[in-house]
């Protein structure tokens, strides 16, 4: 009796991370590698923005991390590194990629420093228009921001500084959606 019972407890241990995590359709994973370094799931939930007061499901965010962080200090704290994933679930145009940015950065950018409107507006550049499915990738890794659109390397921004402005958008006191940032905080 002890065997089949021990045998499931193994199994289930073994597969209770093994699957994504599914939101609006997109599968996001449990864990993901940056520089050979695991970082599991922190959190996730959906982007949604609101027209005429009707809410439009714009896409679903991932956030992985070394280790759960489940504060806005703690993100804000951590050495990194650290991944976010934005999956697209509508095509968007470069117009509409780039008022986006622009509008979730100025709205909800609580960290200020010298040199963020040249750093902001460089981040920003780095967007293209995306296919519905297309993910949007930022890692943030020792003091250097990669920026990756559709699976693509586009560039860094260089500085702790600009890293913490990128993290006040969603864990800062005027995050871009509140409840996202309970998300993203696995919380």
Same mark, same amino acid.
């Given at each position: 009796?002890?065997?089949?019972?021990?045998?499931?407890?193994?199994?289930?241990?073994?597969?209770?991370?093994?699957?994504?995590?599914?939101?609006?359709?997109?599968?996001?994973?449990?864990?993901?590698?940056?520089?050979?370094?695991?970082?599991?799931?922190?959190?996730?939930?959906?982007?949604?923005?609101?027209?005429?007061?009707?809410?439009?499901?714009?896409?679903?965010?991932?956030?992985?991390?070394p280790a759960p962080l489940k504060t806005p200090a703690a993100v804000?704290? &951590?050495?990194?590194?650290?991944? !976010?994933?934005?999956? $697209? #679930?509508?095509?968007?145009?470069? %117009?509409?990629?780039? =008022?986006?940015?622009?509008?979730?950065?100025?709205?909800?950018?609580?960290?200020?420093?010298?040199?963020?409107?040249?750093?902001?507006?460089?981040?920003?550049?780095?967007?293209?228009?995306?296919?519905?499915?297309?993910?949007?990738?930022?890692?943030?890794?020792?003091?250097?921001?990669?920026?990756?659109?559709?699976?693509?390397?586009?560039? &860094?921004?260089?500085?702790?500084? !600009?890293?913490?402005? $990128? #993290?006040?958008?969603?864990?800062? %006191?005027?995050?871009? =959606?509140?409840?996202?940032k309970t998300a993203l905080l696995g919380n």
């Amino acid at each position: 009796m002890k065997t089949p019972l021990a045998a499931l407890a193994i199994l289930a241990a073994m597969t209770s991370h093994a699957f994504p995590l599914e939101i609006q359709g997109v599968n996001v994973p449990q864990t993901v590698s940056v520089d050979g370094e695991t970082l599991s799931l922190n959190g996730a939930g959906l982007r949604t923005v609101s027209l005429a007061f009707i809410p439009i499901k714009v896409y679903v965010a991932a956030f992985h991390a070394p280790a759960p962080l489940k504060t806005p200090a703690a993100v804000m704290a &951590s050495p990194g590194p650290l991944q !976010f994933n934005f999956t $697209f #679930l509508r095509a968007v145009n470069q %117009s509409q990629v780039t =008022q986006a940015w622009q509008d979730q950065m100025q709205t909800s950018v609580t960290y200020n420093y010298p040199g963020l409107d040249k750093d902001r507006a460089a981040f920003i550049g780095m967007f293209g228009p995306l296919a519905q499915g297309g993910v949007e990738m930022v890692q943030l890794v020792g003091t250097e921001t990669r920026v990756f659109d559709s699976g693509k390397p586009k560039g &860094s921004i260089q500085g702790r500084d !600009f890293q913490k402005a $990128f #993290l006040s958008v969603w864990f800062g %006191s005027n995050p871009a =959606q509140p409840d996202l940032k309970t998300a993203l905080l696995g919380n």
